[in-house]
Nanobody
Framework: VQLQASGGGLVQPGGSLRLSCAASGYTLDDYAITWFRQAPGKEREGVLCIGSGDVNAYYADSVKGRFTISRENAKDMIHLQLNSLKPEDTAVYYC????????????????????WGRGTEVTVSS
């Protein structure tokens, strides 16, 4: 299983980006998928989790109302829409998955995931 995140870049505060996660050897729609991020000098933190079939979702408080997650099943991709970006959103963003279908209360624990994609860097700066 290989995951790959893409779509990062440099954006001004208040701007938007759309990140994408693709997989090989794995059908994203069958499983819960979570986005994490890691800012320089900080621990990796959970951003958003979406369950299979969009049954459920969990959001970090810091991104509620600004970030949304969606599936594009025809392409077997997950998208993370980042709106109203702030400098503190600067980080490397990763998509992660394991073998469970739905998000649970441990969704933001790094140890819960065995599949990690190469991250994509987001820089929010004027």
């Amino acid at each position: 299983v290989q995951l790959q995140a893409s779509g990062g870049g440099l954006v001004q505060p208040g701007g938007s980006l759309r990140l994408s996660c693709a997989a090989s050897g794995y059908t994203l729609d069958d499983y819960a998928i979570t986005w994490f991020r890691q800012a320089p000098g900080k621990e990796r933190e959970g951003v958003l989790c979406i369950g299979s079939g969009d049954v459920n979702a969990y959001y970090a408080d810091s991104v509620k109302g600004r970030f949304t997650i969606s599936r594009e099943n025809a392409k077997d991709m997950i998208h993370l829409q980042l709106n109203s970006l702030k400098p503190e959103d600067t980080a490397v963003y990763y998509c992660a998955a394991d073998s469970w279908q739905f998000c649970n209360t441990d969704w933001d624990q790094v140890s819960m995931y065995q599949y990690w994609g190469r991250g994509t860097e987001v820089t929010v700066s004027s």
